[in-house]
């Protein structure tokens, strides 16, 4: 079979306050907002993109804010840890580093050979982790917070956890090019090229809680494939197998499809093109807030609904 899922192409989840999202992600972890945009579906929520300087899929950790949202509950059926790659020697570097902005932060723990993890929370309570690694051979990126050779390279992979691993499993290895090329304890891993930032771990955990969807949760993960027609290859794939597909939308950076993995996961597929660089330059990426061309009309509504957010860099300095 020819692989037409690549890996991650992007995560979302639900914040509360968008100035406090652009502080934490852009401020304190090193990331460029690569996009400022609204939630198609909520024109009056934004929609803040997070990524490598290219805005790359593989890079994106994406935001809606909706102020005051009910917080949401950490569970099965979710995605549960969103892993950031960082340089092995980097590791004492970001855990002082979130020291000095009051994030507390795990005991270093081994996980598979090579890895060590630390554990933490952005202000709404999303769970990440900081992989420490040396088999990640891509770039860092900075914006001047943080020294290159310490900064994030990107995901790692991301943590599903669920009450059982095997139809979820089987969803990502028979209908979405996945490989299983790891297993510890509970710890079921994925990927279908085996690289740091494209790696799925299933967390079993029986009798677990179910989760709910609210502030501090994981909206949904969005797996990267070539082109339109790979994606429409995939959709087939999946409703030849039963699954229940949306028809592809255009969300403007990419096309999209949905549905829902057996665990509870919303899943989606998305395109690679045409990319972040469609409506700015790739210099200017993530300074002023773009609308789909279906929405500019309404634009002075649009604006007037939304905070201002700014980062002040110098805050956020080593
Ligand atoms: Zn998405």
Not at 74 to 90: C, N
Not at 195 to 222: N, S, Y
Request: charged share 20%; hydrophobic share 35%; aromatic share 10%.
């Amino acid at each position: 079979m020819i692989q037409k899922i690549t890996g991650i192409h992007h995560v979302t989840a639900l914040a509360s306050d968008a100035q406090k999202n652009l502080d934490f992600y852009a401020g304190i972890l090193g990331l460029r907002m690569v996009k400022k945009t609204i939630n198609f579906d909520a024109p009056d929520v934004y929609h803040l993109y997070y990524g490598n300087e290219n805005g790359d899929p593989g890079t994106i950790m994406t935001f809606f804010p909706f102020p005051g949202i009910r917080p949401g509950r950490k569970g099965t059926g979710q995605l549960s840890v969103t892993s950031f790659s960082i340089p092995m020697d980097s590791l004492d570097y970001w855990i002082e580093r979130l020291k000095t902005f009051k994030i507390s932060t795990t005991t270093p723990t081994q996980r598979f050979d090579d890895e060590l993890v630390v554990y933490f929370q952005d202000f709404d309570g999303l769970g990440l982790e900081l992989v420490a690694n040396q088999k990640d051979k891509r770039n860092g990126f900075s914006y001047g917070q943080i020294p290159v050779a310490h900064a994030i390279k990107g995901f790692y992979g991301v943590t599903l956890m669920q009450d059982s691993h095997q139809r979820t499993a089987a969803m990502l290895n028979q209908l979405l090019d996945h490989q299983p090329i790891a297993e510890k304890g509970n710890r079921f891993r994925f990927s279908p090229s085996g690289k740091p930032g494209d790696l799925v771990d299933i967390l079993q955990v029986p009798g677990g809680e179910r989760g709910l969807g609210g502030g501090g949760t994981v909206h949904h993960l969005a797996f990267a494939t070539a082109n339109d027609d790979t994606q429409l290859e995939v959709r087939d794939r999946l409703t030849d197998n039963g699954v229940d597909v949306t028809q592809v939308l255009d969300r403007q950076y990419f096309h999209s499809i949905y549905f829902r993995e057996p665990g509870g996961v919303l899943f989606e597929v998305a395109t690679n093109p045409p990319g972040f660089a469609i409506d700015e330059p790739l210099e200017h990426l993530g300074e002023a807030i773009k609308l789909p061309p279906w929405q500019e009309s309404n634009r002075i509504n649009i604006e007037a609904g939304l905070v201002d957010i700014t980062l002040n860099a110098d805050k956020f300095r080593d």
